[in-house]
């Protein structure tokens, strides 16, 4: 387990094509890719679904019992349990990857450049376990969503359980984008005052 995580570590620090997501111009793009999924494709898809009825999602939840996601599987009907599977795999397919290289690019710029950094190297593992744990959330409620009517209370708990899990990881990616950005803009300054 230990040469695994080694290797994973290695893998995500020194991966040739990784590191030049940790420069000014990986976080640019990162960046600047984010923000247009912010500002128009979330908005767009969130109004897709809306012509289903005032209907929860159940991956903006941060946790729910299996009876709460049979309920809103139920109150989907049809065609917004049809139109949320085709979202899970088009839409939901790129936006784990924007928001995870978002943030990567700026941990893994400020735990590159920044040698006393380097300790915590292990960070780069938040954003990339937020979105394997999307991507299983995803599969998950989408295998209760193509059951419907039938039910699986264990389908149901692990999904709700992953969404937990990934909530957690995406807050703690978010939290640490903004710390690295402010790492990073703080020495910036700091370094003018001295030249």
């Not at 289903?52 to 139920?74: A, C, M, W």
């Not at 735990?111 to 599969?139: C, G, Q, S, T």
């Not at 899990?165 to 300054?189: C, D, E, G, R």
């Amino acid at each position: 387990m230990r040469q695994l995580s080694s290797y994973i570590m290695n893998f995500l620090l020194n991966n040739i094509k990784l590191k030049k997501l940790y420069n000014l111009n990986g976080i640019l793009i990162s960046t600047v890719v984010f923000i247009i999924f912010m500002v128009f494709v979330l908005p767009w898809v969130s109004n897709m679904m809306e012509g289903f009825g005032n209907v929860q999602s159940p991956d903006t939840l941060f946790t729910y019992s299996s009876e709460k996601l049979f309920s809103i599987t139920h109150d989907y009907g049809v065609e917004g349990r049809r139109m949320y599977l085709i979202q899970r795999f088009t839409f939901d397919l790129f936006w784990p990857i924007v928001y995870g290289m978002f943030c990567l690019s700026l941990i893994g710029f400020a735990v590159m450049r920044f040698e006393r950094l380097m300790k915590y190297k292990y960070l780069v593992y938040v954003p990339v376990i937020a979105v394997i744990m999307d991507y299983v959330e995803n599969i998950l409620v989408s295998v209760v969503f193509l059951m419907y009517p039938a039910e699986s209370r264990m389908i149901a708990i692990l999904a709700s359980v992953s969404t937990s899990i990934k909530w957690i990881y995406v807050s703690l990616s978010m939290i640490l984008a903004v710390v690295s950005i402010l790492y990073i803009l703080t020495t910036i300054i700091q370094k003018k005052k001295v030249h």
